[in-house]
């Protein structure tokens, strides 16, 4: 509540009170009329109660005439704080003394400092620092008939520019320090007041005797002050009689206000021993204020949100056991937004399940790749979200089917916003565009925009999209265009999204959330929220982080990426909330944080024993007592149902946990990376008995292939197993048998394998590009999987030249080529290998340079495609885009060279490569694979020298 709203709302309740007291037997006493109610009550208030009751009793001794009841206060350290500097003195040193202005002008630049501009030390606006007692007594002292008057230090006009506002105090009743005005009738029209800068008088000390006689002509009979420079005016209104009140501040409080330790002895000691002799009345800001600044009217917001809801085999079961722990939480409180920082479907078992014909009867509506996807959010209530890239990895003519409404299927309810992505460039897009700015309540179905608005309880809090600029390289995009082109350029970023920003806080809103898909918390972390104005919260994704708080339990097998929530200071020195959850439906991110009266968000009302991360397990949804959203429960049995059948179709063994996870396959070597890059080799030699070495990146691959288990079903988070795939016994799967489904779920993208010449000179460019990106806390798809090469590498040194050791070995592990040695490239640099690997990377996926070097030589390079290269278009044309080797020709998929056993997925596709290699290698549980995942200090293929010393080249 604004001070000037609760002074007024005080006066009027005053004068009501004094009314019944004065007209009725009532005998009121302090208590009784609840005046000064921050005032504790003891003997200050008493003594305060008691004088003015006593010179506005007719009957009184003491009684003093209303025209002769003038009280005068200091003001900076009495009315409000003066800690660490007084405002005045702060203003001065920003905006000068205003020399050239008129003092209109003068007024409304100091209005706005003191309204609008924060103190550093409390992080508010200076006149919510005003203490609440004085106001209270200013305006009990009104009440009572008594003019009120400021006699201050601070320059005057600074002084009025917000006295009568937030004092009550017009500017006839301020008297200041001045400084010396000219008339101008010449330069204004009308004549004005011109401040020329020099000071003509100083009010302080024995000079506000002095300007209380020339400005007010009578003594006071109170005089309130709080250091020495008022001793002459507590002095001069002391006429040792009844009729008259000295009052000194003493600032003896630092749990509650900021102060000098030492403020005593420096400023105050001289006045403190006249006032002892004096018997005046001594005010202590700890004994003597129950409350000491307003209390601001505080907006109380509860976010519930997720990121990277990428819906794996997990999600059958996470899904709707997340639907209970929102449910149990979303009514807590009745400010409450629920939002998605985007990947809200990925190519998975669980994606295509939602076309079988089954989801028809459930509450989808209509089955289509995706729409169960989208109606489980639909169903969880999601506000809005932004676009991750994996909602583009099959296109934008199925992101366009994805969320259209069609016939029976209500596509998204919410709005995809991404203010730095043009969707009017697009043709599957451009038609689902929508106008920013809008209420979401009020947005149709399937619609695209920058911006949008969610109005709770009246309250509208502005909602921003950004999606990661590297878009373009690492999803199908199509036609979109994407902001900036420059994927590090974050003042460019930040920009756009400030114009987006400014565009919502220009119609009031004063209350933003940023939905960000950057891949990296470390860049909503460190490079958005420092550049960003009047953004308030920043839901990251794309990261799968888990941020927690030391009272969240944490699922068995995770582990926390830092607190929650991640507090920052964005460009306008204002606190900024940056939250993240981990992947799958696995926790529910809630943040209940208040906004002071102007939208600052408040971070010490972030309670830990309540915002923070909620497992969806059955441990979460019992700790919150949630029942599941049956809607949710009916889709997910359904896609059960269909994914089931894929779970019977085995086709290998392993004997140990297959370690697919994002945090490990994008930054070490794993035994799945090894696994499924030796696959697609041995594959590739089926068609190209060359190719020695194989590659793909660690973004590839998006699932473990096992089971993380509670041991003995503890709650430690730490206490677990890594076991292998578990049984299904419905469908006839054992333990360690690794089916369709396994392989569908890990190798969610079925990239298709391309094979390609490569020199070692263009070879240790792309493994160096494999670990540019590597770095404390960063998780980048880029990371390489490798078979038939072992490398090394230091990523303390400069990007392209951290590779220390490169080899070629063969299938036995013995090096048959050294590229590498020393950091330095090793013999003929034009001599080449033949390599396999996913045409992601061959059209330049995640940055790889391999288009760079088909376009330099496309007869070395010789890429060819086992999925042939497709008519995409349909127009039975080879448009240049199609002809992927630049040879002329459309070519044909490479025919199966062998009698394979799978049949669930094109020959010429990772997941075939992968189930075909189990089962040729591993067919059954006596040779099951065995090669359990090592900590990195262990890795021989992938050695990073920040943990191993390197053993690439045998010496």
């Known amino acids: 509540m604004k001070i000037k709203t609760l002074r007024r709302l005080v006066s009027i309740s005053l004068c009501c009170l004094l009314w ?15 005046v000064l109610p921050s005032w504790q009550e003891g003997e200050t208030k008493t003594t305060i109660v008691d004088f003015v009751t006593d010179v506005t009793n007719p009957d009184s001794d003491n009684f003093v005439e209303a025209k002769d009841r003038i009280a005068v206060f200091d003001n900076d350290g009495t009315l409000w704080s003066e800690y660490p500097k007084a405002p005045p003195i702060t203003f001065i040193k920003k905006y000068g003394i205003g020399r050239g202005k008129t003092t209109e002008e003068y007024i409304e630049t100091a209005h706005n400092f003191v309204t609008t501009e924060n103190n550093t030390e409390f992080g508010k606006p200076y006149v919510d620092l005003i203490y609440q007692p ?8 009104r009440a009572n008939d008594f003019q009120v ?20 105090i017009p500017p006839q009743n301020v008297i200041g320090s001045i400084f010396r005005t000219k008339f101008d009738n010449k330069n204004y029209d009308p004549p004005a007041l011109v401040r020329r800068g020099l000071p003509i008088f100083f009010n302080d000390q024995q000079k506000k005797p002095v300007a209380i006689g020339r400005y007010i002509g009578k003594k006071p009979i109170m005089a309130v002050g709080n250091s020495t420079g008022d001793l002459q005016m507590l002095q001069y209104t002391d006429d ?41 009345s001594l005010i202590s800001v700890k004994d003597d204020f129950k409350q000491v600044f307003p209390e601001s009217e505080t907006f109380t917001l509860q976010l519930l949100h997720s990121s990277d809801f990428e819906a794996g085999l997990e999600a059958l079961e996470d899904a709707p056991r997340f639907s209970a722990v929102l449910n149990a939480l979303k009514d807590d409180y009745p400010n409450t937004v629920i939002l998605s920082s985007g990947d809200n479907y990925i190519p998975s078992p669980f994606l295509f399940a939602g076309s079988d014909p089954s989801l028809d009867d459930t509450p989808v509506g209509e089955a289509g790749i995706g729409h169960a996807d989208i109606e489980i959010h639909n169903q969880l209530g999601i506000q809005a979200s932004t676009f991750g890239n994996h909602d583009f990895d099959l296109g934008t003519k199925e992101v366009r089917n994805i969320i259209k409404p069609s016939g029976t299927y209500r596509g998204t309810l919410f709005p995809y916003l991404s203010t730095n992505v043009d969707f009017t460039t697009d043709y599957n897009l451009s038609s689902q565009v929508t106008a920013n700015g809008q209420e979401v309540s009020t947005i149709s179905p399937g619609k695209l925009a920058g911006t949008a608005v969610i109005t709770v309880n009246s309250e509208q809090i502005g909602i921003v999209g950004a999606t990661t600029p590297l878009l373009p390289t690492i999803a199908s995009s199509g036609d979109i265009t994407v902001s900036p082109e420059n994927a590090t350029d974050y003042d460019a970023l930040a920009a756009q999204i400030q114009a987006a920003v400014d565009e919502l806080t220009a119609t009031g809103i004063n209350k933003v959330i940023l939905l960000s898909h950057m891949q990296q918390l470390t860049i909503e972390r460190d490079e958005l929220a420092p550049r960003l104005r009047d953004v308030d919260i920043i839901v990251a994704g794309g990261s799968h982080t888990l941020l927690s708080d030391t ?14 929530p991640i507090l920052k200071t964005n460009a306008d020195g204002n ?14 991110g809630r943040l ?58 085995v086709f290998g063994n392993t004997a140990v946990f297959l370690h697919g996870d994002r945090a490990f396959v994008r930054t070490e070597e794993t035994n799945l990376g090894n696994l499924s890059a030796d696959a697609n080799l041995a594959y590739a030699k089926t068609v190209d008995g060359t190719t020695v070495i194989s590659l793909k990146n660690g973004g590839s691959i998006r699932s473990n292939i096992g089971v993380i288990s509670a041991a003995n079903g503890g709650i430690d988070p730490d206490d677990f197993e890594l076991l292998p795939p578990a049984a299904n016994p419905e469908v006839g799967k054992e333990e360690g048998q690794v089916s369709q489904l396994d392989i569908k779920n890990s190798l969610r993208f079925n990239n298709g394998l391309t094979l390609f010449t490569i020199t070692a000179d263009q070879l240790l460019q792309t493994i160096e590009h494999g670990v540019a990106g590597t770095a404390p806390g960063v998780t980048p798809g880029q990371f390489p999987q490798v078979g038939g090469l072992k490398f090394s590498f230091d990523a303390t040194r400069a990007v392209n030249d951290r590779v220390l050791s490169l080899v070629v070995v063969d299938d036995a592990g013995e090096t048959i080529d050294v590229v590498a040695q020393n950091g330095e490239l090793v013999g003929e640099p034009s001599r080449t290998f033949r390599a396999v690997t996913l045409n992601y990377l061959a059209d330049g996926g995640d940055g790889y340079p391999l288009p760079s070097f088909l376009s330099a030589n496309p007869t070395l390079f010789n890429r060819i495609d086992m999925l042939g290269e497709p008519d995409s278009n349909g127009d039975g044309v080879l448009d240049a885009e199609e002809d992927l080797n630049k040879n002329g020709v459309r070519d044909n998929a490479i025919a199966e060279p062998f009698e394979g056993v799978a049949n669930f997925t094109d020959f010429g596709s990772e ?45």
């Not at 969240?552 to 097998?557: K, L, N, V």
């Not at 441990?619 to 997910?636: L, M, Y």
């Not at 549980?925 to 943990?947: G, H, K, M, W, Y």
Request: aromatic content about 8%; glycine content about 6%; overall charge negative.
């Open 551 to 564: 009272t969240d339990r944490i699922r068995s097998g995770d582990t926390s990426g830092g607190v929650y």
């Open 911 to 955: 997941q075939d490569a992968l189930a075909e290699y189990f089962h040729q290698s591993f067919p059954t549980a006596a040779n099951a694979f065995n090669q359990a995942d090592t900590d990195p200090e262990l890795d021989e293929r992938i050695q990073n020298l920040a943990s191993r010393e390197d053993t690439v080249i045998p010496q």
């Open 575 to 588: 606190p900024i909330a940056v939250v993240n959850t981990a992947a799958n439906f696995k926790y529910v």
């Open 134 to 141: 004085m106001v209270e007594l200013l305006d009990y002292l």
């Open 240 to 280: 040792h009689q009844g009729h008259d009140l000295m009052m000194l501040v003493r600032h003896d409080d630092p749990d509650r206000e900021l102060y000098e330790e030492d403020r005593e002895d420096k400023h105050v000691k001289e006045a403190l021993d006249e006032a002892e002799a004096q018997s005046w």
């Open 592 to 649: 209940v944080v208040d906004f002071d009266e102007n939208g600052i968000l408040i971070p010490s009302s972030v309670d830990p024993n309540i915002s923070g991360a909620y497992a969806a397990d059955d441990q979460g949804v019992n700790a919150v007592g949630g029942t599941p959203d049956p809607e949710i429960v009916e889709i997910t049995d359904a896609l059960n149902a269909v994914i089931a059948t894929q779970d019977g179709n």
């Open 149 to 168: 008057y400021i006699c201050s230090g601070g320059e005057i006009d600074f002084i009025r520019s917000y006295a009568e506002e937030y004092y009550g």
């Open 20 to 34: 019944i007291a004065t007209t009725s037997n009532f005998q009121a006493t302090a208590a009784d009329l609840d």
